[in-house]
């Protein structure tokens, strides 16, 4: 089955550009998400990109996908305290249910 | 839309109770979902629903795990009994099966401490 992986955590200076990384092991996979898991909160869906896509922008947030390495990333520019959270990477392909990472801590210092 | 119901939120009981956690999906939404999330193993997918029907219940840990969605806007999850290992936040999650992206909406977890 899929397999998602992702580092546990980052910590980034306010202001600065974090990026999250991930790597995932199904080639079919079509749909790549980010979501995003404030303290005390469920995960909400951040963004997301289809596999004939290499990049997507929405405002701060820019997503890379490398296909033939299997490799996700999520940048955000201008990193503010309130993105603080915990960032998981997911993978769908034919049973279109996601397959999701462990999440990255994200831990924006002023 | 409400979004995910879950309840309680927090849960805290004794090895060996019964514990029953709740889960109202959002109107419409056809596929339901249960996870554990835990700091040593991430968000584990327990089991999921298709039409009230389970279709993979392999993320089950063990025969003390159980659910059931007896209608479309309702769904238990009840672990019986329970141990000090099952302390984690359980998530419910809903989405409509065929919707591009396939979004999953969560509820907020219900927090379960096993003293």
């Known amino acids: 089955g899929e397999d998602v992986e992702q580092s546990l955590f980052l910590s980034v200076r306010e202001g600065d550009s974090s990026v999250i990384n991930c790597t995932y092991t199904d080639s079919s996979s079509t749909y790549l998400y980010w979501y995003k898991q404030e303290p005390g909160a469920g995960l909400q869906l951040l963004t997301y990109i289809f596999s004939n896509m290499d990049m997507k922008q929405d405002q701060r947030l820019t997503v890379l996908l490398n296909k033939k390495d299997k490799h996700l990333s999520l940048r955000i520019a201008d990193t503010q305290t309130g993105d603080s959270a915990i960032y998981f990477c997911?993978?769908?392909?034919?049973?279109?249910?996601?397959?999701f990472g462990r999440g990255t801590s994200l831990i924006v210092h002023p | 839309d409400a979004g995910v119901i879950q309840s309680p939120r927090h849960e805290v009981t004794e090895m060996g109770q019964e514990v029953t956690l709740r889960c109202k999906p959002i109107s419409g939404h056809n596929s339901l979902f249960w996870y554990r999330q835990t700091m040593m193993r991430g968000l584990e997918l327990l089991i999921y629903?298709?039409?009230?029907?389970?279709?993979?219940d392999s993320g089950m840990p063990e025969d003390r795990f159980s659910a059931k969605m007896p209608n479309a806007s309702f769904s238990t999850l009840k672990i019986q009994p329970s141990e000090p290992r099952d302390s984690a936040v359980y998530f419910c999650?809903?989405?409509?099966?065929?919707?591009?992206?396939?979004?999953?909406?969560f509820g907020p977890g219900t927090r379960l401490t096993v003293t």
């Open positions: 997911a993978a769908s392909g034919g049973s279109y249910i996601p397959t």
């Open positions: 629903f298709n039409n009230n029907v389970p279709i993979d």
């Open positions: 999650a809903s989405s409509k099966e065929g919707a591009t992206p396939y979004e999953q909406y």
